[in-house]
């Protein structure tokens, strides 16, 4: 074999190497966190499951170490351009029976939802959307929120920059 032909065939090798990885890549499950915060010995985070496909679930995990707790309920607050606040519960949103789940050792607490119907719900209920944020209501009367997030060109859920440091 000449020198060309050897050429060929290794660059053929890595085309197919990379043609395989790619798919290999596409097929495993990722999570993105969008926030994860502490408020008062509290964490709240926001999981986003599979972010760029069409069965991207969402899960809002709230968690305390030492404390006992029920959720009254869970929403999700709207923030506009304007800074005008409008709340609506996550269940009214999206239509189902949205509880979150506690755990057996009652110090965690998650919701999980897809995040199309999530959309859906913005659309049906012509929602400008600009921010927006989580919000757990507690029976002892506590509101937890999470940090203010938008949605990317690609639907992703992240934090935006306040633009008060540039």
Do not use: C
Not at 64 to 74: G, I, R, T, Y
Not at 80 to 86: A, H, L, T, V, W
Not at 153 to 166: C, L, Q, V
């Amino acid at each position: 074999m000449n020198d060309e032909t050897i050429a060929i065939v290794f660059i053929l090798f890595m085309i197919g190497a990379f043609i395989l990885y790619r798919k290999w890549y596409k097929r495993q499950k990722k999570t993105y966190m969008a926030s994860d915060e502490v408020i008062g010995g509290y964490q709240l985070r926001v999981i986003e499951h599979n972010p760029r496909t069409n069965d991207a679930q969402v899960v809002l995990h709230l968690s305390h170490p030492a404390n006992m707790f029920q959720v009254e309920s869970v929403a999700v607050e709207f923030i506009d351009s304007k800074r005008n606040f409008e709340a609506f519960e996550l269940r009214v949103l999206i239509e189902e029976d949205m509880i979150p789940k506690l755990a057996d050792d009652k110090q965690s607490a998650l919701v999980k939802f897809y995040k199309s119907d999530f959309l859906r719900g913005i659309r049906n209920n012509e929602i400008k959307l600009f921010r927006f944020r989580f919000l757990w209501q507690l029976m002892d009367g506590k509101k937890l929120k999470t940090h203010e997030l938008a949605i990317s060109a690609r639907y992703i859920f992240f934090k935006p920059d306040s633009g008060f440091f540039n």
